[in-house]
T-cell receptor, first 110, second 112 residues
Framework: KQEVTQIPAALSVPEGENLVLNCSFT??????LQWFRQDPGKGLTSLLL?????REQTSGRLNASLDKSSGRSTLYIAASQPGDSATYLC?????????FGKGTRLSVIA | DAGITQSPRHKVTETGTPVTLRCHQT?????MYWYRQDPGHGLRLIHY???????DKGEVSDGYSVSRSKTEDFLLTLESATSSQTSVYFC???????????FGSGTRLTVV
């Protein structure tokens, strides 16, 4: 059974810092990994999709990496802003539908 | 995006009553999913569909049933709602294995 773990569960940083969110998964037989953002009381917004054959994907200030063999992914956020405050969810798709971690709640303090 | 619409957005219902939540997508995606999100548990899969009339159970399917009579619509039914089914329900869709999932805005269900 695929299990996804996200560390840390919560993170508070001052504005302007670069930060890294971590995701690990137990079964390396995945098709892809997806990072989502969720604002309080809202739905899920897809940030980045990394295929199993890729090492990283970039979108603006966001960079996600994937090491499938070790079962790890990181989401790097450069020059954080208060508007980045949200919960970030990592999810993997493989032989089963998308399995989620419990998320990292990020607070960026102005 | 798959243009996913969930209805209703909010619902309060009494224990023991049947409830149906609707998910509608506009992009003709083959695969559709129902998840629930609860504090401390994250998002968990309830049921999913890989085509019209083709459905399967997820991790937390007890007390729920689904139907998909058209590609664009995926219905989730709570036959007899219980307080433990108070949750936020999300519908998702995607085109296939190599594609990302797109989520609806969610339905907040309260069972009193």
């Amino acid at each position: 059974k695929q299990e996804v773990t996200q560390i840390p569960a919560a993170l508070s940083v001052p504005e302007g810092e670069n930060l890294v969110l971590n995701c690990s998964f137990t079964d390396s037989a995945i098709y892809n990994l997806q990072w989502f953002r969720q604002d309080p009381g809202k739905g899920l917004t897809s940030l980045l999709l990394i295929q199993s054959s890729q090492r990283e994907q970039t979108s603006g200030r966001l960079n996600a990496s994937l090491d499938k063999s070790s079962g790890r992914s990181t989401l790097y956020i450069a020059a954080s802003q208060p508007g980045d405050s949200a919960t970030y969810l990592c999810a993997v798709a493989g032989n089963t539908p998308l399995v989620f971690g419990k998320g990292t709640r990020l607070s960026v303090i102005a | 995006d798959a243009g996913i619409t969930q209805s209703p957005r909010h619902k309060v219902t009494e224990t023991g009553t049947p409830v149906t939540l609707r998910c509608h997508q506009t992009e003709n995606h083959r695969y559709m999913y129902w998840y629930r999100q609860d504090p401390g548990h994250g998002l968990r899969l309830i049921h999913y569909s890989y085509g019209v009339k083709d459905t399967d159970k997820g991790e937390v399917s007890d007390g729920y049933s689904v139907s998909r009579s058209k590609t664009e619509d995926f219905l989730l039914t709570l036959e007899s709602a219980t307080s433990s089914q108070t949750s936020v329900y999300f519908c998702a869709a995607h085109r296939g294995e190599r594609y990302g999932y797109t989520f609806g805005s969610g339905t907040r269900l309260t069972v009193v």
